[in-house]
């Protein structure tokens, strides 16, 4: 019994126990980290690696991009935007609903690509009747070009993109009525005289703050005004090395070479982030291999999502387990 003895009894001139050295710190696959950015405006939190899992919030705008699965920060979005069906961008949805009606906050609002809006629909009225939870949810149907006004100052446009089948991108877009200029000056209520008696003295201004990919191939998105114009460009470029060209053009995604000559140079965005790199390639590597290609000036406002402190090197994350199949990128 002698770790019952107090330790008074020990013995009064016995010296103290030397101070237990830190605990090595390991990496490990038991835990997850997110990356969060602020760049410009607005703090980018989430998570993308191709195959596996993407998630991006805007916690300022009360979005969140696609919800490969649900981690704890993205419950907190109210709205969430879903590009395209498959697994890695999706499958946390259910959970995300479920988790807020059981927290007792409202229901999450989903925009996806109408075409998808059936087959979510009976997976989350399965998953009703699964976990006997009545959650409810309000699904929104989008199509390119559709603008879905959440508030009056504020909206959030699909647009076309290239991942064969369906897909969509998001941009969030801030509207604001603006003085034409003819009226500069004018006295209030002469003013208020001339909009009673319908004159339009306001135009309509949309500014895109954020735009989102998902994923995709080269082509018409990135010639279009929201993915152009917006402050900052969330966007995938998922292949890095010479032999998966093959791969990025059958899965539909972007290779780096694409990416450097095709892509970037439409670009005019203060902030372009890239997600959705593969396991294959680490982050600092895809990093080197794009700035290779587009120099270290392009690269000041380039970024990547999941390039933070701790962020695995080549080989390290593949340990964890094969990479995944192609087709469920
Ligand atoms: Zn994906
Ligand atoms: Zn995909």
Not at 25 to 48: D, N, P, T, W
Not at 146 to 173: M, P
Not at 250 to 269: D, I, M, S, Y
Request: proline share 8%; hydrophobic share 40%; charged share 25%.
């Amino acid at each position: 019994m002698a770790d019952d003895v107090e330790p008074s009894d020990r013995g009064a001139d016995a010296a103290p126990p030397a101070p237990a050295p830190p605990p090595a710190v390991e990496k490990s696959f038991l835990v997850q980290r997110f990356a969060k950015i602020k760049l410009g405006s607005y703090h980018v939190v989430g998570y993308s690696v191709a195959g596996e899992e993407t998630v991006a919030q805007i916690p300022e705008l009360n979005v969140c991009f696609d919800i490969g699965r649900c981690p704890y920060f993205a419950l907190t979005s109210d709205i969430v935007c879903i590009t395209h069906g498959h697994m890695d961008h999706l499958a946390g949805l259910a959970y995300y609903l479920s988790q807020r009606y059981f927290q007792g906050m409202k229901p999450g609002t989903v925009l996806l690509p109408r075409e998808l809006e059936r087959p979510v629909d009976l997976m989350l009225r399965c998953w009703r009747d699964i976990e006997r939870q009545a959650t409810p949810y309000h699904l929104v149907p989008m199509a390119a070009g559709q603008l879905h006004e959440v508030r009056r100052d504020f909206g959030i446009r699909a647009f076309a993109t290239h991942h064969g089948g369906v897909s969509l991108g998001y941009a969030l877009v801030s509207i604001r009525e603006k003085l034409k200029a003819e009226y500069f000056g004018r006295p209030g209520p002469e003013l208020a005289a001339l909009r009673k008696a319908g004159v339009q003295i306001q135009y309509r201004l949309e500014v895109p703050l954020v735009a989102f990919t998902g994923d995709t191939t080269a082509g018409p998105v990135f010639d279009h005004p929201d993915v152009r114009g917006a402050e900052t460009l969330i966007t995938e470029c998922t292949f890095y090395d010479a032999d998966h060209r093959t791969k990025a053009k059958a899965g539909k995604h972007l290779h780096v070479e694409q990416f450097a000559t095709e892509v970037l140079p439409k670009l005019n965005n203060p902030y372009i982030i890239i997600g959705h790199v593969t396991r294959r390639t680490s982050v600092r590597r895809a990093r080197h291999l794009l700035r290779k290609l587009v120099g270290e000036e392009r690269m000041r406002n380039v970024h990547f999502l999941m390039d933070f402190e701790g962020s695995a090197d080549e080989g390290e994350v593949d340990m964890i387990g094969p990479p995944p199949p192609d087709t469920a990128e």
